[in-house]
């Protein structure tokens, strides 16, 4: 065979390797719908700490509650009026008995909490703790950051746990964060771990602890669909909705601390200037700025509102958060876009049923191919990853073969040059 020969064959051969399947073979692929762009009030520039990484969006996680969440921009009932301009980053409006989200922007995108999670940390430990005990405060308890809200706790003062629940919600005491913490599970660490257990078991899955008050920690993270599973989880207690309606609460005198009394009031301006306000929390650190939980009834209907990453101007939190409970009120009760699980839910593996063809045939494996045909279905279905390398290999084989055959070409000429 002669060199020309030879190298058309095998280029030949190498063009119908690394043509692309047919477009039969293969679904083509759509391309995922932009997102829509949630309504932005213009927010003045501040100076904060850089943005913590957050953990790799996981699809599963996004899509909890429903498809149309899986979305970092805005999610609304179709035909319902705009949602309000905030300045918070993500936001989420649900009903509380019904579970049946209203509207959301940037559902399942990760935020830092600050003292929302304080809502974690009573949903976790309300009823595992006597209301009506008393307890000693520890130095540890009192370990929290220099200038950050705190009731006022005194290391060896005695506290009855309902006046911490109350320091908790209404002064967002970072001290009885740490002293709830650790009357409910032995320590604020454990107390944490404990934490992050209820989340899970929520269905909270974008949400993890590293403090029990909210305090800024590497790692630490939530989201408005995940303050909302929270939130229900707290609204749905008596106890917590006593507690989030109370306006003033006092710290008892400590006599032998040789300390007074003192009063404290409800930071959340919801429950003071909002008619049907049912109380909430209210949070903010540099790093997170403005966070808010808060939940309001109506004509027989209860909402709750989430939001994250707010600036208080030039509206506050607690009032973006009323304007948005004004929308969700303003929808038609069968309005929803998605749904707030139940329980360990999420968790739940999907079984099918009995006697189902899933059931009796179970898909089998695809067929093993071996490295080759596994080379080559790849090259077939036009996978470029395979296919460069593939053709700078024949290249080198077809140069090489047409360098040998061209060399033992010019011998047979020069030997039979000398017969002659």
């Known amino acids: 065979m002669s060199a020309r020969v030879l190298a058309a064959t ?19 692929v759509t391309a995922a719908p932009a997102a829509v762009p949630c309504p932005r009030l213009p927010a003045p520039k501040v100076t904060r700490p850089p943005r913590p990484t957050p953990p790799p969006s996981v699809p599963q996680d996004q899509a909890v509650g429903g498809e149309a969440l899986a979305t970092p921009g805005l999610v609304t009932p179709a035909g319902s009026p705009a949602p309000p301009a905030v300045t918070a980053t993500t936001w989420l409006v649900a009903d509380l008995d019904t579970g049946a989200v209203l509207g959301a922007c940037g559902a399942h995108e990760y935020g830092t909490p600050a003292s929302t999670q304080k809502l974690l940390l009573t949903a976790t430990m309300l009823n595992r703790i006597d209301p009506k005990q008393v307890a000693t405060a520890t130095r540890a308890d009192l370990d929290i950051e220099r200038g950050s809200s705190a009731v006022g706790l005194l290391v060896g003062g005695r506290y009855p746990v309902e006046t911490l629940w109350l320091g908790l919600l209404l002064q967002s005491g970072n001290d009885a964060a740490n002293m709830l913490a650790r009357l409910g599970a032995g320590s604020a660490r454990a107390g944490v771990a404990e934490m992050n257990a209820e989340a899970r078991r929520l269905g909270a899955r974008q949400t993890h602890a590293v403090t029990p008050s909210g305090l800024d920690g590497p790692g630490q993270f939530t989201s408005a669909y995940d303050l909302a599973l929270i939130g229900r989880a707290c609204f749905a207690d008596a106890r917590f909705r006593r507690y989030a309606l109370t306006e003033r609460a006092q710290i008892p005198a400590q006599p032998a601390l040789k300390a007074g009394g003192f009063q404290i009031q409800n930071e959340n301006q919801l429950i003071h200037r909002y008619p049907g306000a049912l109380g909430g929390k209210t949070g903010f650190t540099e790093l997170a700025r403005h966070s808010f939980v808060g939940a309001a009834q109506r004509d027989g209907r ?13 509206v506050r939190g607690w009032q973006q958060g009323a304007q948005l409970l004004d929308w969700g009120f303003s929808l038609p009760r069968d ?8 329980p360990g839910e999420p968790d739940a593996e999907p079984a099918a049923p009995k006697g189902s063809p899933a059931g009796a045939h179970p898909t089998p494996p695809p067929a ?3 490295p080759a045909g596994t080379a080559l279905h790849r090259m077939a279905d036009g996978d470029w990853r395979v296919i460069v ?32």
Do not use: D, F
Request: proline share 8%; hydrophobic share 55%; no cysteine.
């Open 368 to 370: 093993w191919r071996g």
């Open 10 to 28: 095998t280029v030949v051969a190498l063009l119908a390797a690394a043509a692309p399947a047919p477009a039969s073979a293969a679904p083509p």
């Open 389 to 420: 390398p593939a053709a700078g290999l024949l290249a080198l084989i077809v140069g090489g073969v047409v360098a040998v055959l061209t060399a033992r070409r010019g011998r047979s000429r020069r030997v039979g040059r000398r017969r002659a």
């Open 302 to 314: 209860r909402l709750v509102v989430t939001l994250l990453g707010a600036e208080a101007r030039p």
């Open 335 to 342: 309005a929803s876009v998605g749904r707030l699980v139940e």
